[in-house]
């Protein structure tokens, strides 16, 4: 009987009860599509870095720290069996060495990256490079980043003068050749990379067989003399960011329910204000207080359960319209974060439940709060208007 009544009052409220629905339905698809932009962020920032530089992990040895350039040629190491024996799909060896160019006459400290062209684990537009199978002779063919090419000023068949270290320490140069100039999506290996092939830079460096570190596709076990760098320590930077940018994500949730308990809250009030004679009218038939806050609290409830119906059709309108776009980031190609496609969606149903599920809680207990008062009413007070002021 309670929610029959409930039922009619509620529709019977009309443009009123349809804003409220509105309003809370609304403020539930923004804060799952806020989540869902935040994991659909990171999981395309952590894939880019992962299919780019990362792969499954990387053998390096203890004391190496790609932070310290002044380091870098005391810690590379000849590869080991364990992972030369590895195909190709499986293994990427990589050799990073400091360097030098002088593009128009200035000088631009660079990150000198020999990679192995028979490699299949990283996805890297290096195809231009395998042209150049003979050994260096006086041009060393080089590919550069977009990045990396807007900096330095570069295009595809500009010449440079090229200087590095070779490992007994005597200081050489040669002239580069850009041979290609390609997008790539993580500016890690983009923005201060030039990108050679593994072979010539052995070559002009004296440092046969040698590698900075191993790219892997999954953990190969213990190796002698190096240490296994798990993708969660080498992806700890944009994690961390991420992590920070969720703290604003949480501040944006708490805002958009606030709103939504709000208006629900206000409409409510309004609601018990205006119909104090219809209350005293119930309780002079004998219905009990309790009762009364009953059938007001169902129809808070009931406008909880139509915003969620009204949010799943909302919802999956536009997170359909949005997954066919994407969000353009195209603004952010000089910036560091490893994404330069658009920015999809991934929802996750765990936390798509759990967030209706606590504004729905949120949406009924605004829905309580201002009919409390009512166990309190005097019935002859309620009839003349004046129990809630």
Known sequence: MIFQIALKNFLRQG????LNVLVTALAMVAVVFNLSFYNGFQDQAVRNMVSTDVAGGHYRTPDFD???????????????????????SDKAEVLVLQGQIFPNRRLFPVQLRGME??????????????????????VIPIIIGNQMAGKSHLHIGDGVVLRWRDRFGAVDALDAR?????????????????????????????????????????????VVETLFQEPEFLLKDILELIRQDRKYAVIIWVILIFLGGISV??????????????????????????????????????????????????GTIIFAWFQSVGLDVSHLSESQ??????????????????????????????????????????????LRGRAIT
Request: proline share 7%.
């Open 66 to 88: 790609i932070l310290a350039p002044m380091e870098w040629e005391d810690e590379t190491f000849a590869t080991p069996d364990a992972l030369s024996r590895l195909p190709s």
């Open 117 to 138: 062209m028979q490699q299949t684990l990283l996805d890297l537009p290096l195809n231009k490079l395998e042209e150049w199978k003979t050994p260096v002779d006086d």
């Open 15 to 18: 443009m009123r009860s349809f």
């Open 178 to 222: 850009v041979v290609d100039v390609v997008p790539l999506i993580n500016p890690r290996i983009d923005e201060g990379v030039v990108w050679m092939r593994l072979d010539h830079l052995r070559q002009i460096t004296h440092r046969e067989g040698e590698v900075t570190w191993v790219a892997v596709e999954k953990f190969q076990g213990p």
């Open 265 to 314: 809250f206000n409409t409510q009030f309004l609601n018990i204000f205006k119909r104090q004679r219809e209350i005293g009218t119930l309780m002079a038939f004998g219905m009990p207080p309790g009762r009364v806050v009953r059938l007001f609290t169902m129809e808070g409830s009931l406008a909880a359960l139509a915003a969620v119906i009204v949010a799943l059709v909302l």
């Open 337 to 382: 974060i490893p994404i330069r496609e658009n920015i999809f969606l991934k929802i996750d149903p765990v936390e798509v439940i759990i967030s209706m599920l606590v504004i729905v809680a949120i949406m009924i207990l605004v829905a309580w709060a201002p009919v409390r008062k009512i166990s309190k009413v005097e019935p002859t007070q309620a």
